[in-house]
């Protein structure tokens, strides 16, 4: 594999098949695993994603504090700067505290940078106590402060760090996206291959449900269907409910994809070749066709991630999707929708960077990995 | 022409009649009929409940009946123009709906000429000048504009909307006009009010078509035709808009159909969030009071539309290539 680096290097000029034959020993998924590296900002882009679910899996250790832990002195405090210098020397990254002050004819809280009052910042400080993925019991986070406030991005209504509670937002929000599209996928692979292979009337019908579900404006029925979802259920529940609800209407652009490519591998002599064996359909499906398309499905399904994203920050949002005590991105943005709060608090859409942020690594990498994964495509 | 168009307005009815069972769906799929919430009400607003009364009116609407029955009972009273009654507002559904959905049209059709008006221009200027700086900085805010939430745009531009005139919602017209009888003063304050969340709404929908603009455009630009009326010495300007340009529409144009669905999506989210007195807050509204007739009907209602609008830009584009018209 070091040879292989060393001489097709990243961005460089590819070996041209006749002069040299790694291209023709390498394996298709070398072949796409070179293409997309050649990818920089798919590369980078993936780079981010795999840090973010990395913060989701490892939130409790990541996060300064507990996502619940609040203290009312410190409501809508603006985020605190990390500082690395004071009077011009270099020292130990530290930040400032800050005092506060109640308007007593607004009722409003303003607060102050007190130089005066200097945390600096520590490694694994001991903190709110915590039970990691509900099996090490532990009270050490990454980064903190050991005495004062460390609140990176400000806090929230109830004076809770909002750092803390997007990284936890994200094991909601993010694995969201990957669980929808597992689903999606089943769906998607299982109507839009009995579409392909079969053709005729099968094909007829599933066509004009796909069509049906592409052609209607998806919101209103996500929304409607999350209204059905009982009330009494507890917020793991919901969030399967949300998910499920999520891909019953967003398989069909998976759907399409593997029906196109079963009309146009149906045709090919190696398919029949393996009927004429006596392979049988499900062999011919799995153990022949499948190989050829999944590059491609993989791409997809990435570019199909987002959508589920967005569509559960957008029923948090409005508040049809998760509710309160569940913490995701959409659920936080919430807090956002009053204007008056938000024109005194801005760090509140910080939520909304991260799902910026995700959503356009996503479409990176998933334009990267489809480009890659085009076998006509000059390497 | 008249012969695909009649073909198409019958392939979209069955089309219609499964928006039809999805919307009936939706009103039954919350426990308990019209009638307990109808009971609920009355309880809530302490008056008396009479069985006797609540039993008679549920023979009356028919809700003993199968739901099969109760289905077909409720679509031909919906093509006769009766959508049911909303509980929460006590008012037919079809008045609600057309006070409020005119504005949802205006403000959809508004962000439809918006994406348009900025992505054709954008998609010719990335194509000609290919890898150029403006190319990639027009990529990159494509990307981004792509990844926007809508609500969070809506959202921003309130804030900076509430900023600079202190009020916490945009409304589609200024004080005076809201009540005034419709004058030409009245619209100039609506286009100078709904550009706003035509904007808000449009963006996301710009981004992709500025994409499929600016591939089409790449791949007539390679074609023969184009060097040979190059070779002959047309001017470049007139060169690109007599032939690549027009043929590069095509594709821009079949996308109004499934740019509309977004578009629907996106006015609900962008109404709510800068409130306005769209069909948006009174779906929300329904939706959490668990009115479903309101409910249900505006999912019928937005879907027809969609679907509607998606057969005129079909009609269209057959009007403008004739190679569609006979592929159907």
Same mark, same amino acid.
């Given at each position: 594999?070091?040879?292989?680096?060393?001489?097709?290097?990243?961005?460089?000029?590819?070996?041209?098949?006749?002069?040299?034959?790694?291209?023709?020993?390498?394996?298709?998924?070398?072949?796409?695993?070179?293409?997309? %590296?050649?990818?920089?900002?798919?590369?980078?882009?993936?780079?981010?994603?795999?840090?973010?679910?990395?913060?989701?899996?490892?939130?409790?250790?990541?996060?300064?504090?507990?996502?619940?832990?609040?203290?009312?002195?410190?409501?809508?405090?603006?985020?605190?700067?990390?500082?690395?210098?004071?009077?011009?020397?270099?020292?130990?990254?530290?930040?400032?505290?800050?005092?506060?002050?109640?308007?007593?004819?607004?009722?409003?809280?303003?607060?102050?940078?007190?130089?005066?009052?200097?945390?600096?910042?520590?490694?694994?400080?001991?903190?709110?106590?915590?039970?990691?993925?509900?099996?090490?019991?532990?009270?050490?986070?990454?980064?903190?402060?050991?005495?004062?406030?460390?609140?990176?991005?400000?806090?929230?209504?109830?004076?809770?760090?909002?750092?803390?509670?997007?990284?936890?937002?994200?094991?909601?929000? %993010?694995?969201?996206?990957?669980?929808?599209?597992?689903?999606?996928?089943?769906?998607?692979?299982?109507?839009?291959?009995?579409?392909?292979?079969?053709?005729?009337?099968?094909?007829?019908?599933?066509?004009?449900? @796909?069509?049906?579900?592409?052609?209607?404006?998806?919101?209103?029925?996500?929304?409607?269907?999350?209204?059905?979802?009982?009330?009494?259920?507890?917020?793991?529940?919901?969030?399967?409910?949300?998910?499920?609800? %999520?891909?019953?209407?967003?398989?069909?652009?998976?759907?399409?994809?593997?029906?196109?490519?079963?009309?146009?591998?149906?045709?090919?002599?190696?398919?029949?070749?393996?009927?004429?064996?006596?392979?049988?359909?499900?062999?011919?499906?799995?153990?022949?066709? %499948?190989?050829?398309?999944?590059?491609?499905?993989?791409?997809?399904?990435?570019?199909?991630?987002?959508?589920?994203?967005?569509?559960?920050?957008?029923?948090?949002?409005?508040?049809?999707?998760?509710?309160?005590?569940?913490?995701?991105?959409?659920?936080?943005?919430?807090?956002?929708?009053?204007?008056?709060?938000?024109?005194?608090?801005?760090?509140?859409?910080?939520?909304?960077?991260?799902? @910026?942020?995700?959503?356009?690594?996503?479409?990176?990498?998933?334009?990267?990995?489809?480009?890659?994964?085009?076998?006509?495509?000059?390497? | 022409?008249?012969?695909?168009?009649?073909?198409?307005?019958?392939?979209?009815?069955?089309?219609? /009649?499964?928006?039809?069972?999805?919307?009936?769906?939706?009103?039954?799929?919350?426990?308990?009929?019209?009638?307990?919430?109808?009971?609920?009400?009355?309880?809530?607003?302490?008056?008396?409940?009479?069985?006797?009364?609540?039993?008679?009116?549920?023979?009356?609407?028919?809700?003993?009946?199968?739901?099969?029955?109760?289905?077909?009972?409720?679509?031909?009273?919906?093509?006769?123009?009766?959508? =049911?009654?909303?509980?929460?507002?006590?008012?037919?559904?079809?008045?609600?709906?057309?006070?409020?959905?005119?504005?949802?049209?205006?403000?959809?059709?508004?962000?439809?000429? /918006?994406?348009?008006?900025?992505?054709?221009?954008?998609?010719?200027?990335?194509?000609?000048?290919?890898?150029?700086?403006?190319?990639?900085?027009?990529?990159?805010?494509?990307?981004?504009? #792509?990844?926007?939430?809508?609500?969070? #745009?809506?959202?921003?531009?309130?804030?900076?909307?509430?900023?600079?005139?202190?009020?916490?919602?945009?409304?589609? /017209?200024?004080?005076?006009?809201?009540?005034?009888?419709?004058?030409?003063?009245?619209?100039?304050?609506?286009?100078?009010?709904?550009?706003?969340?035509?904007?808000?709404?449009?963006? +996301?929908?710009?981004?992709?078509?500025?994409?499929?603009?600016?591939?089409?455009?790449?791949?007539?630009?390679?074609?023969?035709?184009?060097?040979?009326?190059?070779?002959?010495?047309?001017?470049? =300007?007139?060169?690109?808009?007599?032939?690549?340009?027009?043929?590069?529409?095509?594709?821009? +144009?079949?996308?109004?159909?499934?740019?509309?669905?977004?578009?629907?999506?996106?006015?609900?989210?962008?109404?709510?969030?800068?409130?306005?007195?769209?069909?948006?807050?009174? /779906?929300?509204?329904?939706?959490?009071?668990?009115?479903?007739?309101?409910? =249900?009907?505006?999912?019928?209602?937005?879907?027809?539309?969609?679907?509607? =609008?998606?057969?005129?830009?079909?009609?269209?584009?057959?009007?403008?290539?004739?190679?569609?018209?006979?592929?159907?």
């Amino acid at each position: 594999m070091a040879v292989m680096e060393e001489r097709i290097p990243t961005g460089g000029k590819a070996p041209s098949p006749t002069t040299d034959d790694t291209l023709l020993v390498a394996t298709q998924w070398q072949l796409i695993r070179w293409k997309f %590296l050649r990818h920089r900002v798919a590369v980078a882009a993936l780079a981010v994603i795999v840090l973010f679910y990395l913060a989701a899996i490892f939130a409790e250790f990541l996060s300064p504090y507990d996502p619940t832990h609040h203290d009312t002195d410190y409501m809508f405090m603006p985020p605190q700067r990390v500082h690395f210098r004071e009077n011009g020397v270099w020292q130990r990254p530290f930040v400032y505290g800050m005092t506060s002050e109640m308007d007593m004819a607004t009722f409003r809280t303003t607060y102050e940078v007190d130089p005066t009052q200097k945390f600096p910042i520590h490694f694994f400080v001991k903190g709110d106590p915590y039970t990691m993925w509900g099996l090490f019991e532990s009270d050490i986070h990454l980064l903190g402060v050991e005495e004062g406030t460390f609140f990176l991005l400000g806090t929230d209504k109830m004076g809770r760090d909002l750092l803390s509670r997007i990284i936890y937002g994200g094991r909601i929000s %993010l694995s969201v996206g990957l669980l929808g599209i597992a689903i999606s996928f089943i769906i998607g692979i299982v109507m839009g291959g009995i579409s392909g292979y079969y053709g005729g009337v099968t094909d007829l019908i599933i066509q004009r449900i @796909i069509e049906f579900l592409r052609s209607i404006p998806t919101l209103p029925l996500w929304m409607a269907l999350s209204v059905a979802l009982p009330p009494t259920w507890s917020v793991v529940q919901t969030y399967f409910g949300i998910v499920v609800i %999520l891909s019953l209407v967003g398989w069909t652009g998976l759907a399409r994809v593997v029906r196109g490519k079963f009309m146009s591998l149906r045709e090919e002599e190696y398919i029949m070749a393996a009927q004429l064996n006596g392979s049988n359909e499900a062999r011919i499906i799995f153990k022949h066709m %499948l190989p050829s398309f999944t590059s491609h499905v993989i791409a997809s399904l990435t570019l199909s991630v987002p959508g589920m994203i967005l569509g559960e920050t957008a029923l948090s949002f409005i508040g049809l999707g998760l509710q309160a005590p569940a913490i995701s991105w959409g659920v936080l943005l919430k807090d956002a929708q009053r204007i008056i709060v938000l024109a005194d608090s801005p760090w509140l859409l910080a939520p909304g960077l991260f799902v @910026i942020v995700a959503i356009l690594c996503f479409n990176f990498v998933g334009d990267g990995l489809r480009d890659a994964a085009d076998p006509y495509a000059s390497i | 022409m008249l012969g695909f168009i009649a073909r198409r307005i019958l392939l979209m009815i069955p089309t219609l /009649f499964v928006v039809s069972i999805i919307s009936f769906i939706i009103i039954e799929a919350p426990p308990g009929d019209f009638m307990d919430a109808y009971v609920n009400q009355l309880i809530q607003q302490q008056e008396a409940v009479d069985p006797a009364q609540i039993a008679s009116l549920r023979l009356r609407y028919g809700l003993d009946q199968p739901t099969y029955i109760r289905y077909f009972r409720w679509l031909g009273n919906i093509l006769q123009g009766d959508l =049911g009654r909303s509980l929460e507002w006590n008012q037919p559904v079809s008045k609600l709906l057309a006070d409020r959905l005119p504005w949802s049209l205006a403000i959809s059709i508004a962000s439809l000429l /918006f994406a348009y008006a900025l992505a054709i221009p954008i998609g010719l200027y990335s194509a000609t000048h290919q890898y150029s700086v403006g190319d990639y900085l027009f990529t990159l805010i494509g990307f981004i504009g #792509l990844a926007t939430p809508n609500f969070l #745009l809506a959202l921003l531009i309130l804030w900076y909307y509430f900023v600079a005139t202190g009020n916490v919602a945009v409304g589609l /017209f200024s004080d005076e006009y809201i009540v005034a009888p419709w004058s030409f003063g009245k619209f100039v304050d609506l286009l100078q009010h709904i550009w706003l969340p035509a904007v808000v709404v449009g963006t +996301a929908g710009t981004a992709g078509l500025i994409r499929v603009m600016r591939a089409n455009l790449l791949d007539e630009l390679e074609r023969p035709y184009v060097m040979v009326a190059r070779s002959k010495g047309l001017s470049e =300007g007139k060169l690109l808009v007599k032939y690549p340009f027009r043929i590069a529409m095509n594709p821009v +144009a079949s996308t109004i159909g499934w740019t509309l669905p977004a578009l629907v999506n996106g006015e609900l989210l962008a109404s709510l969030v800068l409130g306005l007195p769209t069909i948006a807050p009174l /779906f929300v509204g329904a939706l959490l009071s668990q009115d479903m007739f309101l409910a =249900g009907s505006i999912v019928m209602i937005l879907s027809s539309l969609t679907l509607i =609008g998606t057969l005129i830009s079909d009609i269209v584009l057959a009007w403008l290539d004739p190679r569609i018209r006979e592929a159907i």
